[in-house]
């Protein structure tokens, strides 16, 4: 049996969903995956303007890194 080829670009491999779902298939055999040097630059792009690097994070007092949370929480819930 012959084995499905598919070229794949940056919009089908950005999206978690897609990229699972196809990374999925051809763990299973389904087909063979192919990707340009391109659309793997178009990718590393995109995530970098997508998902920016975290917070420089601080030691606390323990040594331990403290990493900084990108959003505070509007509200506190009470206790009690």
């Known amino acids: 049996m012959q084995r499905l080829?598919?070229?794949?670009?940056a919009d089908?491999?950005?999206p978690i969903?897609?990229?699972?779902?196809l990374m999925t298939a051809f763990d299973l055999g389904l087909y063979?995956?192919?990707?340009?040097?391109?659309?793997?630059?178009?990718?590393e792009r995109?995530?970098?303007?997508d998902?920016?690097?975290?917070r420089p994070c601080r030691t606390s007092?323990?040594?331990?890194p403290h990493v900084q949370s990108a959003r505070r929480p509007?509200?506190?819930?009470?206790l009690g």
Request: contains cysteine; charged residues 20%.
């Open 32 to 43: 063979e995956p192919v990707v340009s040097t391109e659309a793997v630059a178009e990718v």
């Open 61 to 64: 007092s323990s040594g331990r």
């Open 46 to 49: 995109n995530l970098i303007e």
């Open 12 to 14: 089908v491999l950005v």
């Open 51 to 54: 998902f920016p690097a975290p």
């Open 74 to 78: 509007t509200h506190r819930p009470r």
């Open 17 to 21: 969903l897609s990229c699972d779902f």
């Open 5 to 9: 080829v598919a070229a794949l670009d």
